[in-house]
C-alpha cells in the first residue's frame, strides 16, 4: 500500500492546496475555516473524500462539519483527539 | 499531475491567470489528449482547473483579450449545485469559452425559471441549465407513501417542468437543458413488495420517458438522459454528498453531465463540427500496412479484427447523419486505395470518405489540405488517431481542430470517439444526409476547374440555376442550421434557433427567402438565405447567409440583384441592409457596396447600415439563370 502522505499536518496541507486549489499558509491551519480566504462549505465533502482516498480510512463526515480548523479535520481523519483551539 | 494542471496553478500563483486565459484551452485539450489514462482521472483533474478557473472574474480576462467570447450559463436545480460549478468551469474553458455562470437560489428553481424578473432569466443565459435528482420526488414524499404517491410526485413535478418550458419558450433565451432523474436503489427498496417495487420502477421511466418527449414541443429544450451516463460513470449519487451537501448527483455524473451541456451550446450556436478525420494503421485496421501488407491488417469479423470493425460501423452511422470522413494516414497512397477498394473485411470504402490523404506530409498539412478540398474551416476537424505524437502536432499546429485520444486498447476506441459530442446538432435535416452527395460533386466541380479555360467560362459550364423564394414548412430546420453552421458569407454572424425561425416565417412584416442552387454536378440543395423585412416604402436585408460550398460562383449578387429587382417593380423606394463584421466574415465587407449600396455616413465600428436608391440595379451574373418567387406559394409559412 502507497503511503499516506496526509498523515502529516505538511503534506495534508499540500494535498489540501493540490485538491482544492487554495493558496494555505501552514500558520493558516489554525484558522477559522470560515475565515479562510476563498473558503466553500463545498470544499469540506472534498476534503473527506480526499483523506479518505490517501489514508484508506473511513472519515467521520459528521466531526468534520463540526470541526472548525483545517488542523482538526486533519486530527480527527488521524484518528487521534482534535486540538479543538 | 499534468502539465495542465501545473501550469495553470503557476499562473494562478504569479497573478497571470487572466492575462493568459488564451492558453487555457490548449492546455485543457493537453489535458483531455489521454488516451490510457482512466476517464475519472482526467475528469477530476479537468474539475480541479475548473476550481482554478471558476475564481477568475469574467471582466479581468476581458480586460486582457475583450475579443473572447463569454458564455453566460443559468444553473439551478432542485437540490444544490455547488458541485456542478468546478466542472462546468472546465468545460467550457475546453471549448475557449469565458463561463460567467449565474447560478439561482437553492431549491428555487420554479422561480428562477418562470419569473421573467429572476436574475437568470434578466442575465439573458446562452445555456440554462437545470439539475434534477431522485430527490425532486423524493423529497415530496412523507413516511409511509406508497408507489401511487410517488406517481402523483412525479406528475406534480412533470406540471412544473412544463411551465418552465413553456416560459422559455415564451421568453427565454438560449438553450435550456433538463435532466431525467436517475431511479436509485435506496428508494426502490424502500418497497418490500416486489410487485410494487416493479411497478414504481415502471411509472419511473414513464415519467422520465414523457420528460424526454418534451423536446419534441420545444425546440429550445434538450432533456439530457442521464441513465447512459451513469451506465458509464456512476454511480448516480453519493450518499453523503446528498444528505450533507445537498447535492442530488455525484461528482463523477455531474462532470459528465457538464460535458454533454457544453455540447448542447456548441450545438446552439454553431459550432458543430463538420469531419471526422481518421488515421488509417491500428485506427481503422489492426496492424500496419506498409509492413503488414493488406493480408497482415485485420478489421473483419475476428479477435484481432472486431474492436476495428466496431470502429467503421461507428463512423458510417456518423457518416450518414451527415458528418463528413477523411483520411489522413502516413502510407503510400497505392496499397491504401487498393485496401479501400478490395479488402473483403473494410467497411468503409473509398466512396464512404471525401478525401483521402495518404502520403508522407505532416499531419497538420494534410488536415489543412482536407479542410480546403472541402471549403470549411479546418477548426470544423475532428482527428482520431492512436499516435499521440500525431495528436500533439495537431493539436499546436491546428488550432481549433478537436482531437479524438485513440489508445492501446482498440475495444475503446468506439467510446473514445463517441466521448465528446463534436458532431451533436439540434436537428439532422435531409441535407445532412445527402452531405456527402454535395461534397463528391464539388469534387467533380474542381475536377472540371482544373481542366483549364478562364474562371468565366468554367461559371458557364456549370450551368448553375438559382432558386429563390420563401422557405416551405419542411425548410424551416435547414434555414436555421444554415444561420448556425456559416460563417465565411454571413453578413451580421448573428444565429437563428429554430424556434425564432418559425416565428420570423409567422410575422408579416418579414420576408425571409430560402435560396436553393443546382447545376449540372447535381442539386445543392437549400445553400443560403435572405432574411429581409417589410418597413413602409423600403425593404431591409437584415442578414444575409450561404454555405460556403457555393461561394465564389455569383449566386449571393445574383440574390441581392434579384430583391433590389424585386423591390424596383413593387414601387419602393430603397432596399436597406445591414453588416456586422465577425472574426469570420471579413471577405464580406466590400460585399454591399459592390452592389451599389451606399453606407450610411455615421457608421463606425463593427456593424455598417447601407442604403440602395434603387436608380441602378446591377443586372444577376451573367452566368446564372434565376428563378425568383418573392410571393411564395401556398405551401410557404
Known amino acids: ?85 | 499531475m499534468t502539465v495542465a494542471l501545473e501550469e495553470l496553478r503557476t499562473l494562478r500563483d504569479t497573478g497571470r491567470l487572466a492575462a493568459g486565459y488564451p492558453r487555457v484551452a490548449a492546455l485543457l485539450a493537453e489535458l483531455t489528449d489521454t488516451a490510457d489514462r482512466p476517464d475519472a482521472e482526467t475528469a477530476d483533474e479537468l474539475r480541479r482547473c475548473g476550481g482554478l478557473l471558476a475564481r477568475l472574474r469574467p471582466q479581468d480576462v476581458l480586460a486582457h483579450h475583450p475579443d473572447t467570447p463569454v458564455a453566460t450559463v443559468a444553473v439551478t436545480g432542485h437540490s444544490g449545485t455547488a458541485q456542478l460549478t468546478d466542472p462546468l468551469v472546465a468545460e467550457l474553458a475546453r471549448h475557449g469559452l469565458l463561463p460567467r455562470l449565474v447560478t439561482g437560489d437553492h431549491g428555487a428553481y420554479l422561480r428562477d425559471l418562470t419569473d421573467p424578473d429572476s436574475p437568470l432569466r434578466r442575465c439573458g443565459p446562452q445555456l440554462t441549465l437545470c439539475v434534477l435528482g431522485a430527490d425532486a420526488v423524493h423529497d415530496e414524499l412523507r413516511a409511509p407513501w406508497t408507489v401511487a404517491d410517488a406517481e402523483q410526485a412525479w406528475h406534480r413535478l412533470l406540471d412544473r417542468l412544463h411551465a418552465v418550458a413553456a416560459a422559455h419558450h415564451a421568453d427565454g433565451t438560449g438553450a435550456l437543458v433538463l435532466t431525467t432523474l436517475p431511479l436509485p436503489r435506496r428508494l426502490t427498496h424502500q418497497i418490500v413488495d416486489q410487485q410494487q417495487r416493479a411497478l414504481l420502477g415502471a411509472v419511473w421511466r414513464e415519467c422520465n420517458a414523457r420528460l424526454l418527449r418534451l423536446t419534441a414541443e420545444h425546440p429550445a429544450l434538450t432533456v439530457v438522459d442521464l441513465d447512459p451516463l451513469v451506465g458509464e460513470s456512476g454511480p448516480a449519487t453519493d450518499p453523503r454528498l446528498a444528505l450533507y451537501a445537498r447535492s442530488a448527483l455525484s461528482p463523477a455524473i455531474l462532470s459528465a453531465l457538464a460535458r454533454e451541456a457544453v455540447h448542447v451550446l456548441r450545438a446552439r450556436q454553431g459550432l458543430t463540427k463538420k469531419c471526422l478525420v481518421l488515421d488509417l494503421d491500428n485506427t481503422l485496421w489492426d496492424g500496419v500496412l506498409g509492413d503488414d501488407g493488406p493480408d497482415g491488417i485485420a478489421c473483419g469479423a475476428t479477435l484481432r479484427g472486431e474492436p476495428y470493425a466496431a470502429l467503421q460501423r461507428v463512423a458510417k452511422q456518423l457518416a450518414a447523419q451527415g458528418v463528413l470522413l477523411a483520411v489522413s494516414s502516413k502510407n503510400d497512397p497505392g496499397p491504401v486505395a487498393g485496401v479501400l477498394r478490395d479488402h473483403p473485411d473494410m467497411t468503409l470504402r473509398a466512396d464512404d470518405f471525401v478525401s483521402v490523404q495518404a502520403g508522407w506530409q505532416p499531419k497538420d498539412a494534410a488536415l489543412r489540405d482536407i479542410a480546403g478540398r472541402l471549403g470549411i474551416a479546418a477548426d470544423a476537424l475532428v482527428f482520431a488517431d492512436d499516435t499521440a505524437a500525431e495528436r500533439a502536432l495537431v493539436r499546436h499546429r491546428v488550432p481549433g481542430a478537436a482531437v479524438v485520444p485513440l489508445g492501446r486498447e482498440p475495444a475503446r476506441h468506439v467510446d473514445r470517439l463517441l466521448a465528446d459530442g463534436w458532431f451533436d446538432t439540434p436537428t439532422v435535416t435531409d441535407d445532412d444526409r445527402h452531405r456527402v452527395r454535395h461534397y463528391r460533386a464539388a469534387a467533380d466541380r474542381s475536377r472540371l476547374r482544373e481542366a483549364g479555360g478562364s474562371y468565366e467560362q468554367y461559371l458557364r459550364e456549370l450551368g448553375i440555376e438559382l432558386d429563390i423564394s420563401p422557405p416551405r414548412r419542411h425548410e424551416l430546420h435547414r434555414m436555421s442550421q444554415l444561420s448556425l453552421r456559416t460563417n465565411q458569407f454571413n453578413l451580421t454572424g448573428e444565429r437563428v434557433p429554430p424556434e425564432r425561425m418559425a416565428a420570423l416565417c409567422a410575422d408579416p412584416r418579414q420576408l425571409p427567402l430560402a435560396v436553393r442552387v443546382r447545376d449540372r454536378y447535381g442539386d445543392s440543395g437549400l445553400v443560403g438565405a435572405v432574411l429581409a423585412r417589410r418597413d413602409g416604402a423600403a425593404l431591409h436585408i437584415d442578414n444575409f447567409f450561404l454555405s460556403c460550398r457555393v461561394l465564389a460562383r455569383g449566386v449571393e449578387h445574383g440574390c441581392v440583384s434579384a430583391l433590389l429587382a424585386h423591390a424596383r417593380d413593387r414601387g419602393l423606394s430603397a432596399v436597406g441592409a445591414r453588416h456586422r463584421a465577425t472574426r469570420s466574415n471579413g471577405r464580406t465587407r466590400g460585399f454591399y457596396p459592390s452592389l451599389g449600396f451606399v453606407p450610411r455616413a455615421t457608421d463606425t465600428g463593427e456593424e455598417t447600415h447601407y442604403r440602395h436608391d434603387l436608380a441602378e440595379i446591377p443586372g444577376p451574373p451573367g452566368h446564372l439563370s434565376v428563378r425568383a418567387d418573392f410571393e411564395g406559394d401556398t405551401d410557404a409559412c
Open chain 1, 1 to 85: 500500500m502507497r503511503a499516506d502522505r496526509t498523515a502529516g499536518l505538511a503534506g495534508f496541507l499540500d494535498a489540501v492546496r493540490e485538491e482544492l486549489g487554495l493558496d494555505l499558509t501552514e500558520e493558516q491551519a489554525g484558522t477559522d475555516i470560515d475565515l479562510l480566504p476563498e473558503w466553500d462549505s463545498v470544499h469540506l465533502l472534498r476534503l473527506v473524500m480526499l483523506l479518505e482516498r490517501e489514508s484508506g480510512r473511513a472519515v467521520p463526515v459528521g466531526a468534520v462539519l463540526a470541526a472548525r480548523s483545517l488542523r482538526e479535520i486533519h486530527a480527527l481523519a488521524a484518528g487521534g483527539p482534535g486540538d479543538t483551539r
